[in-house]
């Protein structure tokens, strides 16, 4: 078994769409990013790589690439699945928490469930997410940005 963290921040900025999880969200503000900036992503993807001990989303698909301009995370993970697949792991289970102060993620959160299942090739059941505020405190706090940790455990196929 291995066990793996992961954890993002991207900051709000106007004309920018809000998408947490695969799914756009109607809000006033979006994430920033080079990518589609989709915060939880990021955060599933780096628990992936740190269970596999392969470094992070940044090492592996740099933000410096013209590739990656405006991608879609939920893409670039299923490309971290197959990965994961090839090298004999699959996935426990996920769990993952968003942070943010406004928009209120819950009416949403079934919807990033079955997207992160999808792309994980998993159960639903297998991925738990949740959100919490910080009381107005901090840059989440203060609606500057959002952030999102996860954390991930895999087996190895081949070693039991
Ligand atoms: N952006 C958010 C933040 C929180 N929630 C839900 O509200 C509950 C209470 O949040 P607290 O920060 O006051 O603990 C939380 O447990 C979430 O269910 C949300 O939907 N969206
Ligand atoms: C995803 C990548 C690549 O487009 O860009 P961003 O959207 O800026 O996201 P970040 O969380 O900074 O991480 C890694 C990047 O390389």
Not at 41 to 59: E, N, R, Y
Not at 116 to 130: G, Y
């Amino acid at each position: 078994m291995k066990i793996g963290i992961g954890y993002d921040v991207h900051a709000l900025a106007s004309n920018r769409k809000l998408i947490i999880g695969g799914v756009q969200i109607p809000y006033e503000m979006g994430l920033y990013g080079h990518s589609d900036a989709d915060v939880l992503v990021h955060a599933v993807m780096d628990s992936l790589l740190g269970a596999m001990g392969q470094g992070d989303i940044g090492k592996m698909f740099p933000d410096t690439d013209d590739k990656y301009k405006d991608a879609d995370s939920r893409e670039l993970l299923r490309q971290i699945v197959k990965y994961m697949k090839n090298s004999g792991f699959k996935l426990c289970n996920l769990d993952a928490v968003i942070i943010a102060q406004k928009p209120k993620m819950s009416l949403f959160i079934e919807e990033m469930r079955k997207n992160l299942a999808c792309d994980m090739e998993t159960e639903v059941s297998n991925i738990n997410i949740k959100a919490t505020t910080t009381e107005k405190l901090g840059f989440e706090g203060r609606g500057e940005g959002i952030a999102a940790q996860a954390v991930c455990l895999l087996e190895n196929k081949e070693k039991h």
